[in-house]
């Protein structure tokens, strides 16, 4: 049985009224914010279930422009956060979506957009606590909840690339604590999330990212 913590009882410390409505969706933004390489430009938000009903009461929507800002829970600028996007040239966008069933209750999808054009969509959840899962980047479903120590690769499902990203690993003496695999479809897009015992350096990621077939490795702190 998974023993509990003061935080899976109280919750995080944090600004607002609620663990899932506030600080679980400062998470996900954060942690899409976090995806993303060049600085982000647009954001676009669609709630789903309970964050769609109350999003603007519970203060959801200040809490995910605070999570693509960079923001963390207990950081007071969450209350303004609409002015700071403002300031940096962050275009927020909400849309309350409350026909689409969805498995999770607080759900939202972001599609942002960077300085270069470049784009991403993100589907995440909000689990209680102020704990939160992506579920889904560009159409792929995953299981990511930020915790440890993470790696995000973006690669094409080709021979040799997940022996290619666990050589680089071991070359940089950097044990795997856990490995996962998610793609569309054979020898298609596909994202290899790992987490480790040790911090991850930029060498390891430039290393992971020399390969022909990986498009991108991130780094994913909170």
Not at 14 to 26: D, E, N, R, W
Not at 72 to 92: K, L, M, N, P, S
Not at 132 to 161: F, H
Request: proline residues 2%.
């Amino acid at each position: 049985m998974k023993e509990l913590s003061v935080f899976d009882i109280i919750g995080p410390n944090m600004i607002g009224p609620s663990s899932s409505h506030t600080a679980g969706a400062l998470r996900i933004a954060l942690l899409a914010q976090k995806m993303m390489r060049g600085r982000i430009v647009r954001a676009d938000f669609t709630l789903y279930g309970s964050f769609a009903r109350t999003y603007r009461g519970h203060g959801t929507d200040k809490a995910l422009a605070a999570g693509i800002l960079g923001f963390g829970t207990e950081d007071y600028r969450i209350r303004e956060a609409f002015h700071y996007a403002e300031a940096q040239g962050v275009a927020c966008h909400f849309h309350a979506d409350t026909d689409t069933e969805v498995a999770h209750p607080n759900t939202v999808a972001i599609d942002l957009t960077d300085e270069a054009g470049e784009t991403m969509r993100v589907v995440g959840e909000s689990i209680g606590g102020g704990a939160a899962v992506i579920r889904e980047i560009n159409g792929v479903e995953i299981a990511l909840s930020g915790e440890y120590n993470t790696i995000l690769i973006k690669q094409m499902d080709k021979p040799g690339v997940l022996a290619h990203i666990t050589k680089c690993l071991s070359d940089y003496d950097i044990n795997i604590a856990f490995t996962k695999l998610y793609r569309e479809k054979k020898g298609e897009l596909a994202y290899t999330i790992i987490e480790t015992d040790e911090d991850i350096e930029g060498a390891v990621l430039r290393a992971i990212a020399a390969a022909p077939n990986i498009l991108s490795a991130v780094r994913i702190e909170m």
